[in-house]
C-alpha cells in the first residue's frame, strides 16, 4: 500500500474511533446526570441534625464530587475529540492580546507576576475565532503561572513574520527537560496532580485549524516560551 493511503486508512480509523468515543462519553454523561439530579434530592430530604444523618449526608457529598468529577473528565474529553467548530472573523490579534491582558491582570498580581507587553506596532489582523483563541491564550498564561511558584515575569509579544502574526507568552518559571518537551503536547501528559493534560493538546488542535502553528522553546531552571503564528489576512 502506498503511504498516502496507509495515512489515508489511519486517518479514517481514528475517525471513527473518535465518533466511537465520543458517543460513548455522551451516553455516560446522560444516566451521570441523573445520579447527580438524585443525589441532590437525596441529600435535601435528609435533615442532618442527628449524627447518622450527619454521616450520611457527608458520604452522599463525597460521590458528588466524584460524580462532578467524572462529568469532567467526560467534558475535557468531548472537548479534545470534538472537531472545534470555529466562528471565524477578521481580529487584530494586539487588541486580542490586550483583552487578554486586562483579563488576566488582577490574577497575575495576586500571583507576584509582572506582565511585560510588547506589542507590534501596527494591528496585526487574522482571521479567527476570538473566544476559543482566547481560551488558548488564558490556559498559556496559567500554565506559566503555575510553572512560576514565587514572583515571576509573563513577557507578551507579538510581532509580524512574513506573512504571519506572531505571538510569544514566555515565563520565567520552572522550564521543561528535553524528555518533559517530547511529551507535553500529548493528550493527558501532565506533571500536576490535578492537571487535565488536555490544555496544550487542545491548543494545538485549535491553533492547527486556524492553519498556525504552536512551537515551545524551554530551558530548565529559566523559563519556557510558546510561540504562536497565525496567518495574517491577505
Ligand atoms: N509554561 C510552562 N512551564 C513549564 N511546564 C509547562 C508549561 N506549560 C506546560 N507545561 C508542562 O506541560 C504539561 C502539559 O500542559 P497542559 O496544559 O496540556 O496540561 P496541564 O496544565 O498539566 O493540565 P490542565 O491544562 O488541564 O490544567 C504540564 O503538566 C507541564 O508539565
Ligand atoms: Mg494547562
Known amino acids: 500500500m502506498q503511504e498516502d493511503q496507509i495515512h489515508h486508512r489511519r486517518a479514517s480509523e481514528i475517525e471513527e474511533l473518535s465518533k466511537l468515543t465520543g458517543h460513548l462519553a ?37 460521590v458528588q464530587k466524584e460524580t462532578d468529577r467524572v462529568e469532567q473528565i467526560l467534558e475535557n474529553f468531548l472537548r479534545y475529540i470534538g472537531k ?32 511585560r507587553p510588547s ?14 483563541l482566547k481560551q488558548v491564550i488564558l490556559n498559556l498564561f496559567i500554565n506559566a503561572q503555575q510553572a512560576m511558584t514565587g514572583p515571576g515575569e509573563l513577557i507578551i509579544r507579538t510581532s509580524k513574520l512574513q506573512n504571519f502574526a506572531t505571538i510569544t507568552i514566555s515565563d520565567t518559571g520552572s522550564g521543561i527537560d528535553r524528555q518533559g518537551l517530547t511529551k507535553i503536547f500529548t493528550p493527558y501528559y501532565s506533571s500536576k496532580p490535578a492537571g487535565s493534560g488536555l490544555g496544550l493538546s487542545i491548543a494545538k488542535k485549535v491553533i492547527d485549524a486556524h492553519k498556525g502553528t504552536i512551537k515551545v522553546d524551554s530551558e530548565p531552571g529559566k523559563g519556557t516560551a510558546f510561540t504562536i503564528q497565525l496567518p495574517l489576512k491577505m
Open 119 to 132: 506589542l507590534y506596532e501596527a494591528p496585526l489582523i487574522c482571521r479567527v475565532d476570538l473566544d476559543t
Open 26 to 62: 455522551h451516553e455516560i454523561k446522560n444516566p451521570l446526570s441523573t445520579i447527580k439530579v438524585n443525589l441532590k434530592l437525596i441529600s435535601e430530604d435528609i435533615d442532618g441534625n442527628d449524627q447518622k444523618s450527619a454521616r450520611a449526608l457527608k458520604k452522599i457529598a463525597v
Open 84 to 115: 472545534p467548530e470555529l466562528r471565524i472573523i477578521e481580529t487584530d490579534i494586539n487588541e486580542l492580546i490586550n483583552d487578554m491582558i486586562d483579563f488576566y491582570a488582577p490574577q497575575a498580581h495576586s500571583h507576584l507576576i509582572v506582565i
